[in-house]
């Protein structure tokens, strides 16, 4: 009877190299493929958010839930506010982009930022109090102070701050779409670090920082979901975004 021979080392080195370069092959496939996934359930967090804010407005004669302070922080959004979408159907998730690993894995920082949460609703909130979201919200203050945006390339038309629900051009109004950030970085993509935003004693202290949606990689976002007025959602790459708004932190949209 013939002896049955095992495989030889070269053998096992091709074998190897084999499996090495479809794991190659196939990975960068695997994560596109997830990436795809998180950005649809984010465009369905911010229709969730569209849908409460407008049903919000329609109880209050079309005015949209403004910021009763100005804020450098485009993502801060008033506890009230938090709790009136939360009774009406929203739950915490929808207000984290499952993309941005740091607000994931650091949640409840992020969501308990200024006042206590009892795992229904926020409790005992002040008028300052808000959470950190993963989304930016396109909204005119209750003192009306917020600058003009910025329109420097004009590729997307003029853009405006957010106060009523009455508008001629709600499919053209942006009002909630995923926080694309950034910093100033010598020696990047673009000039700008989006994977590491913040700074000052609290973040130091805490050793935290805050991060774009859909990166991919620090250097440069993938692009984000844009909510609309209208109660759509579209998906708009990176390089058809503009920054729009601050001085600290440039946000883009």
Not at 105 to 126: L, Q, R, S
Request: with cysteine; proline share 4%.
């Amino acid at each position: 009877m013939r002896k049955r021979r095992g495989f030889t080392l070269i053998e096992l080195l091709v074998v190897i190299a084999i499996i090495a370069l479809l794991m190659g092959i196939l990975m960068p496939a695997l994560q596109r493929v997830k990436e795809q996934a998180r950005q649809q359930t984010c465009a369905s967090r911010v229709r969730q958010q569209l849908l409460a804010s407008i049903m919000y407005a329609e109880e209050n004669d079309g005015k949209l839930a403004l910021p009763s302070t100005p804020g450098a922080w485009l993502h801060d959004l008033a506890i009230n506010t938090v709790n009136y979408m939360l009774k009406n159907g929203m739950t915490r998730e929808m207000f984290y982009c499952p993309s941005n690993l740091i607000e994931q894995k650091h949640n409840d920082y992020f969501w308990e930022f200024t006042t206590e949460w009892d795992g229904t609703k926020f409790v005992n909130p002040n008028n300052g109090s808000f959470i950190l979201s993963s989304y930016i919200y396109i909204l005119q203050t209750t003192s009306n102070n917020r600058p003009e945006i910025r329109n420097e390339e004009h590729k997307t038309g003029p853009k405006r701050w957010c106060e009523s629900i009455v508008d001629k051009q709600t499919a053209q109004m942006e009002l909630i779409v995923d926080a694309v950030a950034s910093q100033p970085r010598a020696g990047t993509k673009f000039g700008y670090t989006f994977g590491e935003i913040g700074g000052g004693t609290i973040w130091a202290r805490h050793q935290l920082y805050e991060q774009s949606n859909h990166l991919k990689d620090d250097e440069e976002p993938r692009g984000g979901n844009i909510g609309f007025l209208d109660g759509h959602v579209e998906w708009r790459h990176f390089e058809d975004m503009e920054d729009r708004h601050g001085n600290v932190t440039w946000y883009w949209w």
